[in-house]
């Protein structure tokens, strides 16, 4: 994932990001989780791209668990995702 930035597919990168956050996510790492869905959010945002339907709704169903788990950080992590590859 540190090569990423390099990567000049961003579509293909906001796939990815979403793809191992929902992996991370179950593996439980809800920090990492939340900082790669702030990623994929700042870079479909930047293209224009939404997430599919069937994505968007896994996506909110393991954000939704976050927030009791991580408490006050919630914010700043998602925050520090959207700017975690420089965009």
Do not use: C, K, N
């Amino acid at each position: 994932m540190e090569q990423a930035g390099g990567y000049d597919d961003e579509w293909a990168l906001a796939i990815l990001y979403d793809d191992v956050a929902l992996l991370v996510a179950a593996a439980g790492s809800a920090e990492s989780a939340l900082r790669l869905v702030g990623a994929a959010e700042s870079t479909r945002a930047r293209l224009g791209s939404p997430r599919a339907t069937d994505v968007q709704a896994q996506v909110y169903r393991s954000r939704a668990a976050l927030p009791p788990i991580l408490g006050a950080a919630f914010d700043g992590l998602l925050d520090s995702g959207r700017h975690l590859f420089g965009h």
